[in-house]
């Protein structure tokens, strides 16, 4: 069973950057063919993809997002970490780290973990 599991801050200033953490057991983040995500949903909003991390290593990223948005990965650990920069109040939302198949479909979803960027 793939399970995971994502950690933050819960709280975060204005400005200051935000940074995720998935823990991923169950699977290896490295297996073919799958990739890993970061998925978002704002306060009465849909899901909005934030960004992705193959299982080779290479990263796609929200055009919107691109500008602020780093992922990667440490395989070691096998963990996925989001930073995103510069925040607003506009990125408060559930983040949710997710499991996409390379048919385009999530098998697998964390529980999510509450963001709040306020002063």
């Known amino acids: 069973q793939v399970q995971l599991q994502e950690s933050g801050p819960g709280l975060v200033k204005p400005s200051q950057t935000l940074s995720l953490t998935c823990t991923v057991s169950?699977?290896?983040?490295?297996?073919?063919?799958?990739?890993w995500t970061w998925i978002r949903q704002p306060p009465g909003k849909g899901l909005v993809w934030v960004a992705a991390?193959?299982?080779?290593?290479?990263?796609y990223y929200s055009p919107s997002l691109k500008r602020r948005t780093s992922i990667s990965r440490d395989t070691s650990k096998n963990q996925l970490t989001l930073q995103l920069d510069s925040v607003t109040p506009e990125d408060t939302a559930v983040y949710y780290c997710?499991?996409?198949?390379?048919?385009?479909?999530?098998?697998?979803w964390g529980r999510g973990t509450q963001v709040a960027v306020s002063s």
């Open positions: 997710a499991r996409l198949t390379d048919l385009g479909s999530v098998d697998y």
């Open positions: 991390i193959r299982y080779d290593g290479t990263t």
């Open positions: 169950g699977a290896s983040i490295t297996t073919n063919y799958y990739f």
